[in-house]
């Protein structure tokens, strides 16, 4: 006979029941269980000795994970502002991992016993993974015990990964509230650079697109493009808005990033299929896509072509992510193009193309696996370049109140090499 479903639980009495000392899995996004981990912070003594691993995304449902218990270790590809305090105390390990490596970490090297992720109300002996289906499957083959968080906000998706529901130790009651990351309208600057972008992209190309403003402008300015793809990590308003617009044809993605208002929508979106990071973030995947976009954004950009895509000040704000990645696998799709999109000022004025990342920065995507960066003021083709082309064709889209400056600094720069 088969195994029984496991009974639905309180997040009380499954934090009641759980031994201490153990290695856990906890997801981020849509995935976020936190009725569970509000349950699990009001009996602090069930994680006496345990370690969490996850990935969080900055700017998501933020929580310290650190402060759940006393002594708790956390493991993170992203280090975002909630984590600082036990970072600095030593209890949050960072570990600078893009999401393809992340993934396969999880899946074997982090050793996690139990994997705790939202999931859609059980159907027909299945549960879906809802809304977030990026780094949990992961933990799938690895042995871990699964603790499905059942929330009936989540709608069980028509094309999204699915497990039997007696595949979980336990699926405890956990409605709890969604991402809600509706998209602001972008301002002048972004859509000039936006329009820029899109001016590189093709009617029935591929296009994946990050998070944040910069993508999100890129892909409202496709609105006139038609027979698109959609291939990313994440999908958000913008576009869905291109699948119900005609402008893109289907999505594949792993999570959804967008306002909750709009979740509804996706309940019948038979047109996403949802997919593990294994599968949107796999470089021979993306590689055997013809004319594959990567769209991803920066900190800042120097010279050489490198971007910085973590550190503010010297400040350890994010993680590597996934635009390496993706800019890979554009760089080998037949006819593919990676492109860097950020505005060529910041806060202060101050201008977001260098001369050379600051020291002790983090690279995100080397000069190696620069292809195409764009501001504002317009688009510095860098492929095939020589170091001087590049240089110049990067001083040309930074603001015009900085490039006198960048010019003296790359002029020192190369007397020096």
């Known amino acids: ?93 960072h570990r600078p991992l893009h999401y393809s490596d992340a993934y396969a970490w999880l899946a074997g090297p982090a050793r996690r016993e139990v994997a705790i992720f939202r999931v859609a109300p059980p159907r027909g002996g299945l549960v879906s993974l809802g809304l977030a289906h990026d780094f949990s499957p992961a933990l799938f083959s690895s042995g871990a015990e699964l603790v499905g968080v059942v929330d009936p906000a989540l709608p069980f998706v028509p094309d999204g990964v699915v497990l039997p529901a007696d595949r979980f130790s336990a699926l405890v009651e956990g409605p709890s509230p969604l991402p809600d990351l509706p998209e602001p309208p972008a301002s002048a600057a972004f859509a000039a650079m936006a329009a820029h972008a899109a001016s590189l992209i093709r009617d029935g190309d591929t296009v994946q697109a990050g998070i944040g403003p910069a993508a999100s402008a890129v892909l409202r300015a496709l609105s006139s493009h038609r027979r698109l793809v959609l291939h990313a990590g994440l999908i958000a308003d913008a576009g869905l808005d291109l699948l119900r617009s005609g402008a893109a044809l289907r999505a594949t993605a792993g999570v959804w990033l967008g306002s909750a208002a709009r979740v509804a929508e996706l309940a019948e979106e038979g047109r996403i299929a949802w997919r593990p990071v294994g599968h949107t973030h796999d470089i021979l995947r993306l590689a055997a896509i013809p004319n594959f ?122 007397r020096a090499m």
């Open 1 to 93: 006979m088969p195994a029984a479903q496991p009974a639905l639980t309180t997040p009380a009495a499954f934090a009641a029941a759980l031994r201490p000392g153990r290695r856990l899995y906890v997801a981020g996004c849509a995935g976020q269980p936190d009725a569970l981990l509000d349950a699990l912070a009001a009996r602090p003594e069930a994680l006496a000795g345990s370690s969490i691993a996850g990935v969080w995304v900055p700017g998501v449902l933020g929580r310290d994970m650190a402060a759940l218990a006393p002594g708790l270790t956390v493991e993170t590809i992203f280090l975002s502002p909630e984590l600082r305090a036990g970072f600095a105390a030593g209890r949050v390990r």
């Open 293 to 414: 976009v990567a769209v991803n954004s920066a900190v800042e950009v120097d010279l050489f072509g490198q971007t910085n895509s973590e550190v503010i000040g010297g400040r350890q704000v994010s993680g590597h992510g996934g635009a390496a990645d993706f800019a890979r696998g554009a760089r080998r799709s037949p006819g593919g193009r990676s492109l860097v999109t950020l505005l060529a000022t910041g806060g202060g004025g101050a201008s977001r193309i260098v001369a050379a990342l600051p020291r002790a920065t983090p690279v995100a995507v080397t000069r190696a696996d620069a292809d195409v960066v764009v501001t504002e003021h317009g688009i510095a083709d860098l492929r095939h370049t020589d170091l001087d082309t590049r240089a110049e064709r990067l001083i040309a889209v930074a603001a015009p109140e900085h490039r006198g400056r960048l010019a003296e600094e790359w002029a020192a720069i190369r």
